[in-house]
C-alpha cells in the first residue's frame, strides 16, 4: 500500500527500464558487493578519447566558452558536421537541417516525437536497440516488428521489406551497423532497399549510423546516399563510440528541413542546446582525418577476432562474427530448458540472471533487443577481462544439466 498521497503517470508505468541500463547497474551493486564482475552489458568503450578532442576541450576551458549555445547547436559544429557528411558520407546537408542534441539518444526520441502520433506505424527490424520499440510506445505509435534469425545474419531480405511497407507506414527505424547484432547492410543490399522506399515517399527513414568508424571488414555506407530517396533519410550519428566520449553526450542528426525544425522546437522546450564545452571541442575534432581512429579500430577488431575465437566449439551457443560495432549477439536458445543448481533456464532473462549471479558476468537478455533466443555481450572492454569471461562462460555452460 502507497503511503504517500499522489500518483505517478501511467506513461512513466508503462515505460520500461532499459535493459542494458538495468543489467549494468546490477553489476554495479555486485561489485560494490566486492565481487569481481566481468561487465560485458554497457556498450561504452574503455579506450581513451584521442588527444586531439582533449585537448580542444581544455582549449574551450581556456577560452572561459560557458553560456548557451543556439538550440540546434553552434554554429561551427553545425558546419563541421555538415562537412563531416560530405566527406565522409557524400551527403549534402545544409546548417538548417542538422540539429545536435544531449546524445544520438536524444536525437532519436527528438524525431519519435516530431513524426509519430497515437496509431501511427513504425518498422523496427530485429534486432534493434533497446530503445526504438520503447520510444514509439511512449508516443503511441504502434511498432511492426520484422524478425531474423543467425541464418540470415540478422538482417531482413528485400522482400520482407517490401511485404511490410505500406501507404500507412511512417517511420523505419534501423541502425547500421547494428547494436546489437554487429552486423551490418552492405552498398548493394540498401541499394536493394531504396529502390523499394522509393515506392512510398510518405514513409521516412532513420538510419542510425553511430557506429560508422567501427567496420571491420569492409567500408560503411550510406544509405541516405541513394538520390531516390535522400529526402525520406534522416541520418542520426554522433561522437560517443568512435570518439570514445560516452560521458560528453553529443548526438546529432540531419534531416529534411522541417523535421529538422521540428526537432529543435521539441529540444527548445526539453533541454536547449547540448554541453558546449562538448560541442567546441567536437566541432574541431570532426574536422580530423578519420584515419586518426584507425589504431581504435583496429584495437576493437583484434578483441573482436581474440573473443570469437576463444568462444570456438563452446556447448549450447551459436555466433556470427559481427562486421561491426564491438557487440557479439549469442544464441542461446540451446541452454533453455536446462538447468543450473536446480535454477530452470526458460528464456534470455533467466540466462543471463544466472551467467551474472554464479559466473559473474554481466550480459543482456536478447529480449530486450527484440530476439529471445540471444544475449548481446560487448567486447568493449579489456583482453583480460574478454578471455576471463570466455572461461567463465565455458565453465558455467560445462555445469548445465
Known sequence: MNDHPFSLSQRVLNLKESATIAMAAQARELKEMGKDIVDMSLGEPDLDPPDFILNAAREAIDKKISNYSPVPGLPS????????????NGLDFEENQIVVSTGAKQSIMNIVLSLINPGDKVIIPAPYWVSYRDMVQFVGGKVISL???IESDYKISPLQLKESLNKDVKL???????????????????????KIFSEYPNCLIISDEIYEHLCYDSAHYSLARFKEISGQVITV??????????????GYCAAPVEV?????????????????????????????????????????????????????????IKFKKPQGAFYLFM???????????????????????????SAYIASTPGAAFGTPECARFSYACSEDDIRKCASRLKTFLSQLT
Open 77 to 88: 559544429l553545425r558546419k563541421a558536421i555538415s562537412r563531416k557528411l560530405k566527406r565522409d
Open 147 to 149: 524478425s531474423t534469425s
Open 172 to 194: 523505419f527505424i534501423f541502425s547500421n551497423p547494428s547494436n546489437p547484432s554487429g552486423m551490418f547492410y552492405s552498398e548493394e543490399e540498401l541499394a536493394e532497399f531504396a
Open 237 to 250: 550519428n554522433g561522437l560517443s563510440k568512435a570518439f570514445c566520449v560516452t560521458g560528453w553526450r553529443i
Open 260 to 316: 529538422a525544425k521540428a526537432c529543435s522546437k521539441i529540444q527548445g522546450q526539453f533541454t536547449s542546446g547540448a554541453n558546449v564545452i562538448g560541442q567546441y571541442a567536437s566541432a574541431i575534432a570532426l574536422e580530423e582525418d578519420p584515419q586518426k581512429l584507425k589504431s581504435m579500430v583496429n584495437e576493437f577488431k583484434r578483441r573482436r577476432d581474440l573473443f570469437c575465437s576463444e568462444l570456438e566449439e563452446f556447448p549450447y
Open 331 to 357: 544464441d542461446v536458445s540451446e541452454t533453455y530448458g536446462k538447468s543450473f543448481e536446480g535454477q530452470k533456464i526458460s528464456d534470455s532473462q533467466d540466462f543471463c540472471r544466472l551467467l551474472l549471479s
